[in-house]
């Protein structure tokens, strides 16, 4: 006899084993049938692209011959319209008075004055007659000697002439220095004295050593001598001019 079936057990889960080979791929089934065919659609049309370049413009063609020009006939005149009613006539106005007076008689001409006599011609005068002159006068005595005058400003030196100018001045260095000298400090206003009385006059500076020379210049200018009376160069004798000393000559006065 069988016995009576126990209890169901508790199934346990053991571990997953390794994966088995692939099979072999089994035939391939047949193709199924083609579905229907779907319906087309037109989808919204995308932005319009950007504008191509304009092309280049084309010849003018030929202009046409003129096609004859044909005058059609005058149509009939029509009918004169009939005339409007006149209108009334404006009342006229009230006369202005007259500005302009009536032009007086022209008056009666005065008769002419007599002549009057012409007056007699009176008689010539005597001519007058120059005297005989008298004698010279005797020479009075000499009078007292007044006091002698300021002596003027020093002119041009005589006898000492180059060209056209004449020796007037000399400015004196020592040295290495370069300032004008105290004993030398009036020559400027002397000079500028001397140009004032002649204004035709022009001064030269004549030096070789530069510095000083303009340093002569510039006490010229402060004294009040015009610049374009002022002329820099070689005026006096080449063997006299020398390091130490500065020649001021004028020309024209």
Known sequence: M????????????????PTGPAGSAGVQGPAGATGIAGGMMVGRAGPAGPTGATGARGATGYSGAQGESLRGPAGPMGAAGPSGIRGVAGSTGAQGPTTVGPTGPVGVAGATGATGATGATGSRGSTELAGIAGPTGMTGPAGAQGPTGATGAQGPRAGTVFGSWSAYQDYSFYGNDDAIQRSDGYKARELADYLNRNPSARVGIDGSHEARVFNVRDAMLNAGVPAHRIVLGAFSDPQLRNDGRVDVLVSGG
Do not use: K
Request: charged share 0%; hydrophobic share 30%.
């Open 2 to 17: 069988t016995g009576a079936t126990g209890a169901t057990g508790t199934p346990l889960a053991g571990p997953a084993g």
